[in-house]
């Protein structure tokens, strides 16, 4: 049974930085392309971020781009989204998915994989 669990959401003043971490347990993902996905009571969940299979490709939301960093260490099973920069609109669940395949796509009906989310909280 694959597992995919997400872990560091928090609170954190507007401005600050936090670093969110995904593992896959039952499934290595070293093979999978991952994406990062966020969600807000009332909203469709949306694409933040996701890398390819080496991560030597990565994508974001044009929201996001230049704050917020997605890597992957695939020795460790893990990806990571660092996100710098904080605003209180970026306060959403952040769900962490992998898919079947190695390069990485910005839909959510692509991933086949995912985790229960980890709540971050930014204060104005």
């Known amino acids: 049974q694959v597992q995919v669990v997400e872990s560091g959401g928090g609170l954190v003043q507007a401005g600050g930085s936090l670093r969110l971490s995904c593992v896959a347990y039952g499934r290595t993902f070293k093979s999978d392309a991952v994406g990062w996905f966020r969600q807000v009571p009332g909203k469709e969940r949306e694409f933040v971020a996701a890398?390819?299979?080496?991560?030597?490709?990565?994508y974001y939301a044009e929201s996001v781009k230049g704050r917020f960093a997605i890597s992957r260490d695939n020795a460790k099973n893990t990806v990571y989204l660092q996100m710098n920069g904080l605003k209180p609109e970026d306060a959403a669940v952040y769900y962490c998915?992998?898919?079947?395949?190695?390069?990485?796509?910005?839909?959510?009906?692509?991933?086949?994989?995912w985790g229960q989310g980890t709540q971050v909280t930014v204060s104005s």
């Open positions: 998915a992998a898919r079947n395949s190695r390069v990485a796509a910005t839909v959510t009906g692509a991933y086949a994989y």
């Open positions: 890398v390819n299979w080496d991560g030597d490709s990565t």
